[in-house]
């Protein structure tokens, strides 16, 4: 009975501390932590069907992909990008944007960026 005990409470000792290291590597996390900063940083999925984020001086923005067909093969070909909280804006300048740009083209370079409002109308001035 003794060994039973042992080994349910070395299970449970191995379990926590499993999901402490799940928690400190979490991606939500890492992300909250680049926007504290004011770090860039892009955490994307392989999948495409995926959305993924992004946060650079403070701002948190969300991108949706599509995919489609360039130079004969499926990649994707169109990327929409929204400001989650559009408060946070404030401060940012042109170069801003085409320094995410840029950032975004390295991981799909056949892709088409689309900014939404209000982002969309700042870079047309």
Do not use: C
């Amino acid at each position: 009975m003794i060994w039973l005990l042992r080994f349910v409470l070395l299970f449970i000792i191995i379990f926590l501390f499993y999901m402490g290291v799940k928690l400190l590597f979490q991606s939500s996390r890492k992300l909250e932590s680049a926007r504290k900063h004011k770090r860039f940083l892009l955490i994307d999925h392989e999948d495409v069907r995926k959305n993924f984020l992004l946060t650079y001086k403070g701002a948190v923005f969300a991108g949706e992909k599509y995919m489609g067909t360039a130079n004969n093969t499926f990649d994707v070909v169109s990327i929409s990008i929204w400001p989650e909280n559009t408060a946070t804006l404030k401060g940012m300048v042109k170069e801003d944007f085409f320094y995410m740009d840029k950032k975004i083209l390295e991981h799909y370079p056949n892709a088409d960026i689309n900014w939404k409002s209000p982002v969309k109308e700042f870079l047309q001035q």
